[in-house]
């Protein structure tokens, strides 16, 4: 989607903070002992008193009204019995629509106790989004989002994961550009433009190289074997730089 007016902008922020509201409503209720399904009525009530629709629920026919997906798990977690665990690292990935305008976010929660190993990878994996968003601007290369990132985490000793990319959104879950890298990429040409819509979602990994699917059809698992965090913000290009629209409020 490309903004070109107020009215347009106006929409993506509002279902981007009811995306956002639910994340984070989402993860203050997350505690030891819940299930992922339990998690994600919590996430589907939400939308619904706000009227919105769950996008991979309604796009996709995906199980569950969010993804959540744990410890090796790390993205498109389907929502059932898994217990909740001290310790475990849980990504929640909410998107949704509203009025016709589509939103998407995510991050990966700790369940205390913590590891110091775990702080430090979710730290940096916010860091490497972050990294990634300041690169959006009207004109600038899509390859520099990739660069930026994959500098940051060649630096400081991560990988990241070469087959899961950010992607356009605002009115369908997934538009173009499609695949936009989050790790270098020589032949990525195109550019951003004003008003662009896209994700920002680098997966950040103390080893893992790619995304490969399990056997329910749905969730995803690193290979080789390693920790992997995902934050994501939905972020609109402007002559000014980046405007997340994915923010609690």
């Given at each position: 989607?490309?903004?070109?007016?107020?009215?347009?902008?106006?929409?993506?922020?509002?279902?981007?903070?009811?995306?956002?509201?639910?994340?984070?409503?989402?993860?203050?209720?997350?505690?030891?002992?819940?299930?992922?399904?339990?998690?994600?009525?919590?996430?589907?009530?939400?939308?619904?008193?706000?009227?919105?629709?769950?996008?991979?629920?309604?796009?996709?026919?995906?199980?569950?009204?969010?993804?959540?997906?744990?410890?090796?798990?790390?993205?498109?977690?389907?929502?059932?019995?898994?217990?909740?665990?001290?310790?475990?690292?849980?990504?929640?990935?909410?998107?949704?629509?509203?009025?016709?305008?589509?939103?998407?976010?995510?991050?990966?929660w700790?369940?205390?106790?913590?590891?110091?190993?775990?702080?430090?990878?979710?730290?940096?994996?916010?860091?490497?989004?972050?990294?990634?968003?300041?690169?959006?601007?009207?004109?600038?290369?899509?390859?520099?989002?990739?660069?930026?990132?994959?500098?940051?985490?060649?630096?400081?000793?991560?990988?990241?994961?070469?087959?899961?990319?950010?992607?356009?959104?605002g009115?369908?879950?997934?538009?173009?550009?499609?695949e936009?890298?989050?790790?270098?990429?020589r032949?990525?040409?195109?550019?951003?433009?004003?008003?662009?819509?896209?994700?920002?979602?680098?997966?950040?990994?103390?080893?893992?190289?790619?995304?490969?699917?399990?056997?329910?059809?749905?969730?995803?698992?690193?290979?080789?074997?390693?920790?992997?965090?995902?934050?994501?913000h939905?972020?609109?290009?402007?002559?000014?730089?980046?405007?997340?629209?994915?923010?609690?409020?």
């Open positions: 989607m490309t903004i070109t007016q107020e009215e347009e902008l106006a929409g993506l922020q509002a279902i981007g903070r009811i995306v956002a509201n639910t994340m984070h409503g989402m993860a203050r209720a997350l505690e030891p002992g819940m299930t992922t399904r339990e998690l994600d009525e919590i996430g589907r009530r939400l939308l619904e008193q706000e009227g919105a629709v769950s996008a991979p629920e309604a796009t996709y026919d995906f199980p569950g009204a969010t993804c959540i997906s744990v410890n090796e798990e790390i993205a498109h977690g389907i929502p059932g019995d898994r217990v909740i665990a001290p310790g475990d690292l849980v990504n929640i990935d909410v998107s949704a629509s509203k009025d016709g305008y589509f939103a998407d976010t995510g991050a990966t700790r369940v205390a106790p913590t590891r110091p190993s775990q702080d430090r990878l979710c730290r940096d994996g916010r860091r490497a989004m972050q990294i990634g968003i300041d690169q959006v601007r009207d004109s600038a290369p899509l390859a520099d989002i990739g660069k930026a990132i994959g500098q940051f985490a060649k630096e400081h000793g991560y990988t990241l994961i070469r087959n899961l990319a950010s992607h356009g959104v009115r369908a879950l997934h538009e173009y550009p499609e936009i890298p989050t790790w270098p990429a032949g990525e040409r195109r550019r951003i433009h004003k008003g662009l819509v896209l994700t920002v979602e680098p997966f950040l990994s103390t080893g893992g190289q790619w995304a490969t699917e399990g056997d329910d059809g749905w969730t995803l698992y690193s290979a080789p074997p390693a920790a992997v965090v995902q934050y994501e939905t972020v609109v290009a402007t002559e000014r730089g980046p405007l997340i629209v994915t923010l609690p409020g």
